[in-house]
């Protein structure tokens, strides 16, 4: 590398500034025309199309939202199933299912399904009535002697 061969670093023009003076060529109104809504300050027109009906109001709708159905199941997991037991120890004579945990009051009315998740140990030998439940939940029930009945 020598002095002589050395070229200087490639630099952008500089913007012309808007507005300052007739001899700059963008002076009086800066580019912008005279008058209307384009030439003030503040403007940003998306989409307009002068009061004519927009084109994505004109073309049709397409595809379609999927329904979600997973709004009415309530989801409860061992660690909380153990602790509900503690407290309510009747809870055990039965089924451990949806109506049961409504009757309890520990899960809202508003639910028409239940699903079991699996963080958490059980102690005691428990049959569940569930209508979805996680395979590590499921594990864990049959190996502290518990069943498990999946309702539909």
Same mark, same amino acid.
């Given at each position: 590398?020598?002095?002589?061969?050395?070229?200087?670093?490639?630099?952008?023009?500089k913007?012309?500034?808007? !507005?300052?003076?007739? !001899?700059?060529?963008?002076?009086?109104?800066?580019?912008?025309?005279?008058?209307?809504?384009?030439?003030?300050? *503040?403007?940003?027109?998306?989409?307009?199309?002068?009061?004519?009906?927009?084109?994505?109001?004109?073309?049709?709708?397409?595809?379609f939202?999927?329904?979600?159905?997973?709004?009415?199941?309530?989801?409860?997991?061992?660690?909380?199933?153990?602790?509900?037991?503690?407290?309510?120890?009747?809870?055990? /004579?039965?089924?451990?299912?949806?109506?049961?945990?409504?009757?309890?009051?520990?899960?809202?009315?508003?639910?028409?399904?239940?699903?079991?998740? !699996?963080?958490?140990?059980? /102690?005691? /030998?428990?049959?569940?009535?569930?209508?979805?439940?996680?395979?590590?939940? /499921?594990?864990?029930i049959?190996?502290?002697? *518990?069943?498990?009945?999946?309702?539909?």
């Open positions: 590398m020598q002095l002589n061969t050395l070229k200087p670093k490639i630099t952008k023009q913007k012309k500034r808007l !507005g300052r003076g007739i !001899g700059s060529s963008k002076g009086k109104t800066s580019g912008r025309g005279h008058k209307g809504q384009k030439s003030r300050s *503040g403007v940003a027109i998306k989409s307009f199309e002068g009061g004519q009906m927009p084109l994505y109001r004109r073309l049709p709708k397409r595809g939202n999927k329904i979600k159905n997973n709004k009415n199941l309530a989801i409860i997991s061992l660690s909380k199933i153990d602790l509900i037991i503690k407290k309510h120890a009747s809870i055990t /004579k039965d089924k451990i299912n949806l109506t049961n945990l409504q009757k309890f009051k520990l899960i809202n009315k508003k639910y028409n399904k239940l699903k079991l998740l !699996g963080p958490g140990d059980l /102690k005691q /030998k428990l049959t569940f009535e569930v209508n979805a439940i996680s395979k590590s939940a /499921k594990e864990t049959e190996k502290s002697g *518990g069943r498990v009945t999946l309702v539909k």
